[in-house]
């Protein structure tokens, strides 16, 4: 069965600061990856996924995250944080297309961005 | 585009009654969508699959008899809890499945608050 470990509950981080979410996952072949932010009170908006190919994948709102498959690891990062960024970020794996795409969602990262 | 909507964005209601709550991709056809329930400052928990024209595929633990599925159009889902209790009270998210890039869109969830 799939799994995600985000090893990082709450990151407190300055603004201009960069940042690394961690996302660990478990699967026994190549996974789908996804990171979604989601707001307080609102649902999940995708911020990058990965599927093949190019390892470093560039997503909406600045962020990149890259695929280390002898890691099984795909972590999140951002140049310089906006006090905007603050969020609950989740880490995701899917097994496959259509109705395998099922995602396994880590625990979240709460970020924290002080000015 | 892959915009999903939710209706009702928050609910409130009495202890056995039903609530419906409506999924809807607006600018894709989906197959396959998804609900999901949320504790607080949880992650989220797959409750059950939902595929165009056929029964739901429910995941372990979730009761199909309370939570009603329906499926019945490429742009609409349903989800009904039926006989509410207060341990029902929950943040209720569903996504689409987009078949053009394999990716889900989540909705902007739906708070239940049950009396």
């Known amino acids: 069965a799939q799994s995600v470990t985000q090893p990082d509950i709450h990151i407190t981080v300055s603004e201009g600061a960069s940042l690394e979410l961690r996302c660990n996952y478990s699967y026994g072949a190549t996974p789908y990856l996804f990171w979604y932010v989601q707001s307080p009170g609102q649902g999940l908006q995708l911020l990058l996924k990965y599927f093949s190919g190019d390892t470093l994948v560039q997503g909406i709102k600045g962020f990149e995250a890259e695929f280390k498959r002898s890691q099984s690891s795909f972590n999140l990062r951002k140049p310089s944080v906006h006090w905007s960024d603050a969020a609950e970020y989740f880490c995701?794996?899917?097994?496959?297309?259509?109705?395998?795409?099922?995602?396994?969602f880590g625990t979240g990262t709460r970020l924290q961005v002080t000015l | 585009g892959a915009v999903v909507s939710q209706h009702p964005s928050w609910v409130i209601c009495k202890s056995g009654t039903s609530v419906k709550i409506e999924c809807r991709s607006l600018d894709f056809q989906a197959t396959t969508m998804f609900w999901y329930r949320q504790f607080p400052k949880q992650s989220l928990m797959l409750m059950a699959t939902s595929n165009e024209g056929s029964k739901a595929t429910y995941e372990q633990g979730v009761e199909k008899d309370k939570f009603l599925i329906n499926h019945a159009s490429l742009t609409l889902s349903t989800l009904t809890v039926t006989s509410a209790h207060p341990e029902d009270s929950s943040f209720y998210i569903c996504?689409?499945?987009?078949?053009?890039?394999?990716?889900?869109?989540f909705g902007p969830g739906t708070r239940l608050t049950v009396l």
């Open positions: 996504s689409a499945l987009s078949p053009s890039t394999d990716t889900q869109y």
């Open positions: 995701a794996v899917g097994a496959g297309s259509g109705t395998a795409s099922k995602l396994t």
